[in-house]
């Protein structure tokens, strides 16, 4: 079991844990120098550590920040698939881990983020505390330069009575830091997974202020409110001596007055590679906005799904992979992606849509498809189509035995590897390894059954002919039916075939047991090779399957 993990999950545990030990290093690094280094002694004796806390989460934010558009530079993403040798076979899915890397990247922004506000919050305090009339000895001191000529200040509170809240607002620093926080609070709060099921649209505008977030970033030193004493005044001004004779400054020639500046401005360093790499991203988006999508079938399925087929210029397409939609008559912004159903061995490509948004409500709507109406294709919306993207399914391909589960919607990208896989077996040309498929799909609704249903009786009646019934077999399993439809199943019950499908194969009530299917196919096939794909997003089943499959595929396979 541990073997198969390891396979499975070492490359992303070691990306994690990659990206850990440099931000752990970044901060360690970052915060002793700031704690030792001479030119900001005079600093520390007004802020103290906190003057650490606030340098080490900035340079930690600032590398999150370099990386947190890489994971959705989906162009960057698919180059590197194709381009990269390690990439192939069974590591390239590892790169389809690329929103959990930008999750992960998001969460160290947010916690980096929040150090450092609070620790210059801290600052700010301790600023002001510092002109006050109980400050005394070298903090005084300190506080009181910049008041004569000649003299550069290392406190930007000037007297004890100014607002601090309002010095702050009045400040570069102070403006870009509640426009970086407001940004990044509404980004990370409308990019939970219960915001996105009610609003799709919202999660997808307010994303939109990473713009915002990355301008007012790459600015945002440019107050330079933290100061260090300057290299000039370190070579005429000992800290080590002059720091106890600070009532002599400026009589004593051996102590003169230290002066100080701020640290230029680094972040636009860190994160200047990524957004014109993004923009680049967002350039070649434009450019396939451009290119004619000529659509040449609607379907609008009972349950509630809209078929669409399409054609489009030098378009190939794996099994597996997804687009981004764009219909400019009900939004000129939003993207939508799903997946393929179509197979690459198809004159075109098509998706199926359920509706379950404000957009695909729309696009349901502009495509007058709640009838199973029809148009002909020139008074049909526009559509615009990014991609494809996401790796192919192909790594069923590469064993004898392939399992393929799918949950609810899931199903999508199985449409285009059963159809795959059909093609395939009738080339004459071509030797599949692959000799079985079990395909599982497990869905709440009966009514959901109808689209698919409709492709598995037709692959069910191919085989037939061709005699190759032995290639898939596949399980239906319902989860959710009421009396009524128990009744109606009861009544039609038939033999030959299945009441709610009409496939030769029954459909199964209740959920699977994955523990008796696992070691049935096991026990059928002793000492193959077994590749198991799931299409799932409910995170406690990903669990059950990921514990499930190594124990009992390594009773009777080589996975």
């Given at each position: 079991m541990m073997g198969c993990w390891m396979l499975n999950e070492s490359v992303s545990v070691v990306l994690a844990l990659s990206w850990l030990g440099v931000n752990l290093y970044l901060f360690i690094d970052t915060f002793r120098w700031y704690g030792e280094e001479e030119s900001f002694f005079y600093t520390r004796v007004i802020l103290g550590s906190t003057l650490a806390w606030a340098r080490a989460s900035a340079v930690c934010l600032n590398f999150n920040c370099m990386l947190i558009l890489l994971p959705i530079s989906r162009n960057l993403i698919s180059f590197i698939r194709g381009a990269s040798i390690c990439c192939r076979g069974p590591w390239r899915r590892h790169l389809d881990k690329n929103l959990q890397f930008h999750k992960l990247v998001a969460y160290g922004i947010a916690i980096n983020a929040t150090i450092h506000t609070a620790a210059h919050l801290c600052n700010l305090e301790r600023y002001h505390l510092s002109q006050s009339a109980e400050a005394a000895g070298l903090l005084a001191a300190l506080s009181k330069l910049g008041d004569t000529t000649n003299e550069s200040y290392i406190n930007p509170i000037r007297t004890s009575h100014t607002n601090t809240t309002t010095e702050l607002l009045s400040t570069i620093a102070g403006v870009t830091g509640l426009l970086i926080s407001l940004a990044l609070i509404l980004i990370m709060t409308s990019s939970t997974e219960f915001i996105r099921q009610i609003s799709y649209e919202l999660f997808w505008y307010t994303?939109?202020?990473?713009?915002?977030?990355?301008?007012?970033?790459?600015?945002?030193?440019?107050?330079?409110?933290?100061?260090?004493?300057?290299?000039?005044?370190?070579?005429?001004?000992?800290?080590?001596?002059?720091?106890d004779h600070y009532a002599k400054w400026q009589a004593a020639a051996q102590c003169p007055v230290p002066q100080f500046s701020g640290k230029e401005p680094s972040a636009w360093k860190w994160v200047a590679g990524p957004v014109v790499l993004y923009a680049c991203e967002r350039v070649i988006r434009f450019w396939r906005f451009q290119q004619e999508v000529v659509i040449t079938k609607v379907v609008s399925h009972p349950s509630g799904v809209l078929e669409l087929h399409m054609k489009k210029r030098n378009f190939k397409m794996a099994p597996g992979q997804y687009v981004l939609l764009q219909c400019p008559s009900i939004s000129s912004l939003e993207w939508h992606p799903f997946t393929l159903t179509s197979a690459p061995q198809e004159d075109f490509f098509s998706v199926h849509i359920r509706t379950a948004g404000d957009w695909t409500r729309a696009l349901q709507k502009a495509f007058e498809a709640e009838g199973q109406a029809i148009k002909e294709p020139r008074s049909l919306p526009r559509l615009a189509v990014d991609g494809p993207f996401g790796a192919a399914l192909t790594d069923v391909f590469h064993y004898p035995v392939s399992v393929c589960i799918a949950a609810g919607i899931g199903v999508t990208p199985f449409a285009a590897l059963l159809k795959s896989i059909w093609y395939k077996s009738c080339e004459s040309q071509t030797q599949l390894k692959l000799s079985k498929v079990y395909f599982y799909w497990i869905c709440r609704d009966p009514s959901a059954f109808e689209w698919f249903a409709d492709l598995l009786l037709s692959l069910e009646t191919r085989m037939s002919e061709q005699g190759k019934t032995h290639l898939l077999s596949y399980h239906i399993f319902l989860t959710g039916w009421d009396e009524n439809q128990a009744i109606h199943i009861a009544l039609h019950w038939d033999e030959n075939t299945d009441v709610i499908t009409g496939l030769k194969q029954k459909t199964f009530y209740g959920r699977p047991n994955w523990n008796n299917e696992f070691r049935q196919i096991a026990y059928n096939h002793p000492r193959k090779g077994v590749s198991q794909k799931h299409s799932i997003k409910r995170q406690r089943v990903q669990l059950s399957l990921h514990k499930l499959c190594p124990r009992i595929m390594l009773r009777g396979a080589e996975k």
């Amino acid at each position: 079991m541990m073997g198969c993990w390891m396979l499975n999950e070492s490359v992303s545990v070691v990306l994690a844990l990659s990206w850990l030990g440099v931000n752990l290093y970044l901060f360690i690094d970052t915060f002793r120098w700031y704690g030792e280094e001479e030119s900001f002694f005079y600093t520390r004796v007004i802020l103290g550590s906190t003057l650490a806390w606030a340098r080490a989460s900035a340079v930690c934010l600032n590398f999150n920040c370099m990386l947190i558009l890489l994971p959705i530079s989906r162009n960057l993403i698919s180059f590197i698939r194709g381009a990269s040798i390690c990439c192939r076979g069974p590591w390239r899915r590892h790169l389809d881990k690329n929103l959990q890397f930008h999750k992960l990247v998001a969460y160290g922004i947010a916690i980096n983020a929040t150090i450092h506000t609070a620790a210059h919050l801290c600052n700010l305090e301790r600023y002001h505390l510092s002109q006050s009339a109980e400050a005394a000895g070298l903090l005084a001191a300190l506080s009181k330069l910049g008041d004569t000529t000649n003299e550069s200040y290392i406190n930007p509170i000037r007297t004890s009575h100014t607002n601090t809240t309002t010095e702050l607002l009045s400040t570069i620093a102070g403006v870009t830091g509640l426009l970086i926080s407001l940004a990044l609070i509404l980004i990370m709060t409308s990019s939970t997974e219960f915001i996105r099921q009610i609003s799709y649209e919202l999660f997808w505008y307010t994303h939109h202020m990473f713009i915002i977030f990355f301008i007012s970033l790459s600015i945002h030193g440019a107050g330079r409110i933290v100061r260090g004493q300057t290299p000039e005044s370190l070579l005429l001004h000992n800290v080590t001596f002059c720091r106890d004779h600070y009532a002599k400054w400026q009589a004593a020639a051996q102590c003169p007055v230290p002066q100080f500046s701020g640290k230029e401005p680094s972040a636009w360093k860190w994160v200047a590679g990524p957004v014109v790499l993004y923009a680049c991203e967002r350039v070649i988006r434009f450019w396939r906005f451009q290119q004619e999508v000529v659509i040449t079938k609607v379907v609008s399925h009972p349950s509630g799904v809209l078929e669409l087929h399409m054609k489009k210029r030098n378009f190939k397409m794996a099994p597996g992979q997804y687009v981004l939609l764009q219909c400019p008559s009900i939004s000129s912004l939003e993207w939508h992606p799903f997946t393929l159903t179509s197979a690459p061995q198809e004159d075109f490509f098509s998706v199926h849509i359920r509706t379950a948004g404000d957009w695909t409500r729309a696009l349901q709507k502009a495509f007058e498809a709640e009838g199973q109406a029809i148009k002909e294709p020139r008074s049909l919306p526009r559509l615009a189509v990014d991609g494809p993207f996401g790796a192919a399914l192909t790594d069923v391909f590469h064993y004898p035995v392939s399992v393929c589960i799918a949950a609810g919607i899931g199903v999508t990208p199985f449409a285009a590897l059963l159809k795959s896989i059909w093609y395939k077996s009738c080339e004459s040309q071509t030797q599949l390894k692959l000799s079985k498929v079990y395909f599982y799909w497990i869905c709440r609704d009966p009514s959901a059954f109808e689209w698919f249903a409709d492709l598995l009786l037709s692959l069910e009646t191919r085989m037939s002919e061709q005699g190759k019934t032995h290639l898939l077999s596949y399980h239906i399993f319902l989860t959710g039916w009421d009396e009524n439809q128990a009744i109606h199943i009861a009544l039609h019950w038939d033999e030959n075939t299945d009441v709610i499908t009409g496939l030769k194969q029954k459909t199964f009530y209740g959920r699977p047991n994955w523990n008796n299917e696992f070691r049935q196919i096991a026990y059928n096939h002793p000492r193959k090779g077994v590749s198991q794909k799931h299409s799932i997003k409910r995170q406690r089943v990903q669990l059950s399957l990921h514990k499930l499959c190594p124990r009992i595929m390594l009773r009777g396979a080589e996975k």
